[in-house]
Nanobody
Framework: QVQLVESGGGLVQPGGSLRLSCAAS????????MGWYRQAPGKRRELVAN???????NYADSVKGRFTISRDNAKNTVYLQMNSLKPEDTAVYYC?????????????????WGQGTLVTVSS
């Protein structure tokens, strides 16, 4: 099994910064896309940003220019640098990854979610 473990959430004032990290652990797997979603109270979960193993990135319009996603393939870790945070960025942030894993003799598709980390932007 593959697990994602997130860290880095917390309380920050408007205009501040936070960095989220998400590390994948397990065996016999490879990851294609890794990314971050968020869900605010009473709202649907939405994509924040994702990044492929080749480094191509995609951002929600609401975070472009403020958030930066990056990835360390050797460590199976994805990061989200969040700058100029706004109260509307308050949400539970979930790490997501897809790829494949070996369940011998088969290569099977993989999709996994982290447990979520709370980001609160408030004065």
């Amino acid at each position: 099994q593959v697990q994602l473990v997130e860290s880095g959430g917390g309380l920050v004032q408007p205009g501040g910064s936070l960095r989220l990290s998400c590390a994948a652990s397990g065996s016999a797997f490879s990851l294609n896309s890794m990314g971050w979603y968020r869900q605010a109270p009473g709202k649907r979960r939405e994509l924040v940003a994702n990044i492929t193993s080749g480094g191509s990135t995609n951002y929600a319009d609401s975070v472009k220019g403020r958030f930066t996603i990056s990835r360390d393939n050797a460590k199976n870790t994805v990061y989200l640098q969040m700058n100029s945070l706004k109260p509307e960025d308050t949400a539970v942030y979930y790490c997501h990854a897809d790829g494949s894993y070996w369940s011998f003799p088969h290569l099977r598709p993989l999709e996994v979610w982290g447990q979520g980390t709370l980001v609160t932007v408030s004065s």
